[in-house]
Nanobody
């Protein structure tokens, strides 16, 4: 009932910036949190940042200070501003949306590729 579409990925040089967007549609009123995950080649999918329906944000300790998550409720869109990008940030970035508390349902976008290389 929820569809997520990511955009904004691409090729950037080390030290550059990108802003990813995730547009949500469907039964979005029941979602209690959204977030961004990333998966590098041969690695597991790791959490990057989350934002709750109340606006509370949380970040991976290693990324805090470089990445910022935000949302525009009127546009049903979540953003991830990425600054001072490093080669280690290269990955497919996925948008996530969650409903429920004890028993949860997760929705995922198709992902957008971010490549940081000189």
């Amino acid at each position: 009932q929820v569809q997520l579409v990511e955009s904004g990925g691409g090729l950037v040089q080390p030290g550059g910036s990108l802003r990813l967007s995730c547009a949500a549609s469907g039964s979005i009123s029941r979602l209690n949190a959204m977030g961004w995950y990333r998966q590098a080649p041969g690695k597991q999918r790791d959490l990057v940042a989350t934002i709750t329906s109340g606006g509370t944000t949380s970040y991976s300790d290693s990324l805090k200070g470089r990445f910022t998550i935000s949302r525009d409720n009127a546009k049903n869109t979540v953003y991830l501003q990425m600054n001072s990008l490093k080669a280690e940030d290269t990955a497919v970035y996925y948008c996530n949306a969650r409903s429920g508390v004890v028993v949860t349902i997760d929705y995922w976008g198709q992902g957008t590729q971010v490549t940081v290389s000189s």
